[in-house]
T-cell receptor, first 111, second 116 residues
Framework: GQQLNQSPQSMFIQEGEDVSMNCTSSSIFNTWLWYKQDPGEGPVLLIALYKAGELTSNGRLTAQFGITRKDSFLNISASIPSDVGIYFCAGQGGGYQKVTFGTGTKLQVIP | DSGVTQTPKHLITATGQRVTLRCSPRSGDLSVYWYQQSLDQGLQFLIQYYNGEERAKGNILERFSAQQFPDLHSELNLSSLELGDSALYFC???????????????FGPGTRLTVT
């Protein structure tokens, strides 16, 4: 099935560093969602975006809905060890179209 | 706690068998989604139900089926199980698709299926 391209696929960073990841699609989306998944657990919703250009923050997390509506970005500032996990983006094109999930970015934080 | 419950948490069974996974959505949510996640893989959408009716279908095998009951809980049936069906199966729910934020999906803790 269709999947969003998410990059980077994985990253190792030092505690305290900022992190950026992005998601791109060939299709236009009306909604972008960002999730975090801890090992063996279900994904947890972090941020939801509904309008092109929208910038939304949730604590140290900031996400943006790209102007073209084909991409989205997630930034994590001042990373901490508990930020470790897999981050998924998800897009939805409107109506009853299904939500499409990205391939995931695996984040490792080195203390 | 997302409010979505899934049972059982773990399931071990043999090839050729049939199992049923159960999901209860968050209170007030009418849509239920099922996903499969194999080891170190992304989330593969299987199927969506809205208020008892099938709404969207993804990469769901013919050996798999699902339904949503009048009380809105859902069951995913997996039959003629193969080794490759071993995976985490997640259920998610979302609010009625009207108004702002209908597509925010809240995930349950998952059922880990092991086929031996």
């Amino acid at each position: 099935g269709q999947q969003l391209n998410q990059s980077p696929q994985s990253m190792f960073i030092q505690e305290g560093e900022d992190v950026s990841m992005n998601c791109t699609s060939s299709s236009i989306f009306n909604t972008w969602l960002w999730y975090k998944q801890d090992p063996g657990e279900g994904p947890v919703l972090l941020i939801a975006l509904y309008k092109a250009g929208e910038l939304t923050s949730n604590g140290r997390l900031t996400a943006q809905f790209g102007i073209t509506r084909k991409d989205s970005f997630l930034n994590i500032s001042a990373s901490i060890p508990s930020d470790v996990g897999i981050y998924f983006c998800a897009g939805q094109g409107g109506g009853y179209q299904k939500v499409t999930f990205g391939t995931g970015t695996k984040l490792q934080v080195i203390p | 706690d997302s409010g979505v419950t899934q049972t059982p948490k773990h399931l071990i069974t043999a090839t050729g068998q049939r199992v049923t996974l159960r999901c209860s959505p968050r209170s007030g949510d009418l849509s239920v989604y099922w996903y499969q996640q194999s080891l170190d893989q992304g989330l593969q959408f299987l199927i969506q139900y809205y208020n008892g009716e099938e709404r969207a279908k993804g990469n769901i095998l013919e050996r798999f089926s699902a339904q949503q009951f009048p009380d809105l809980h859902s069951e995913l049936n997996l039959s003629s199980l193969e080794l490759g069906d071993s995976a985490l199966y997640f259920c998610a729910s979302s609010v009625s698709p009207t108004g702002r934020g209908p597509y925010e999906q809240y995930f349950g803790p998952g059922t880990r299926l092991t086929v031996t």
